[in-house]
């Protein structure tokens, strides 16, 4: 158990829905970190959010945003999901915003129907 | 800009045998590089890392990597494979300047483990 969290673990929604993915850090952790893992892309980096600032930014396509909040959850929003947004989204954090070790949540596994 | 490049998407080893996985890497800077492994329906979990100390790195469950910058490699080893090794393994770099937070990943290599 890495000790971050991250809910819900499965989602099923139709396209052009929109879901929020949440996803609570290790106690003490700043920064947190967005990826999604597709069978065709493998594993992507969307964003990197620390102390509620945005870091870096990756392959995150305008329809998907994030925030991180004061008590340093944070949340991934996808909206006008089309089939091919289906895929493991994996959210990490570490301590702070230079590079160290970064520890993964168990993913939520979204499916667009 | 920074990647890697595994080679071989799928090996099969015996169970006892050496396991080898190979990882090349491109960095503009001098790397941070990584191995994770994730299992089934599982997240990603750290293997071991390299952060310009010692070029040999030795990490959790009996594995280790060598840093070799002459052939920008970072290969995976474990003398002896155990059934439970059965995963899918990453190799990856750090971001550079602005993106220091971002990992690069390489496109995994799925381990089999025969008895």
């Not at chain 1, 980096?45 to 944070?74: C, M, T, V, W």
């Not at chain 2, 190979?22 to 952060?51: E, I």
Request: neutral net charge; charged residues 15%; hydrophobic residues 35%.
């Amino acid at each position: 158990d890495s000790g971050v969290t991250q809910t819900p673990k499965h989602l099923i929604t139709a396209t052009g829905q929109r879901v929020t993915l949440r996803c609570s850090p290790r106690s003490g952790d700043l920064s947190v970190y967005w990826y999604q893992q597709s069978l065709d892309q493998g594993l992507q980096f969307l964003i990197q959010y620390y102390n509620g600032e945005e870091r870096a930014k990756g392959n995150i396509l305008e329809r998907f945003s994030a925030q991180q909040f004061p008590d340093l959850h944070s949340e991934l929003n996808l909206s006008s999901l089309e089939l091919g947004d289906s895929a493991l989204y994996f959210c990490a954090s570490s301590p702070g915003g230079t590079p160290q070790t970064q520890y993964f949540g168990p993913g939520t596994r979204l499916l667009v129907l | 800009a920074q990647s890697v490049t595994q080679l071989g998407s799928h090996v099969s080893v015996s169970e006892g045998a050496l396991v080898l996985l190979r990882c090349n890497y491109s960095s503009s800077v001098p790397p941070y590089l990584f191995w994770y492994v994730q299992y089934p329906n599982q997240g990603l979990q750290l293997l071991l890392k390299y952060t310009s100390a010692a070029t040999l790195v030795k990490g959790i469950n009996g594995f280790e990597a060598e840093f070799k910058k002459s052939e920008t490699s970072f290969h995976l080893t474990k003398p002896s494979a155990h059934m439970s090794d059965a995963a899918e393994y990453f190799c990856a770099v750090r971001g550079c300047k602005i993106s220091w937070g971002k990992l690069q990943f390489g496109a995994g290599t799925q381990v089999v483990v025969t008895p």
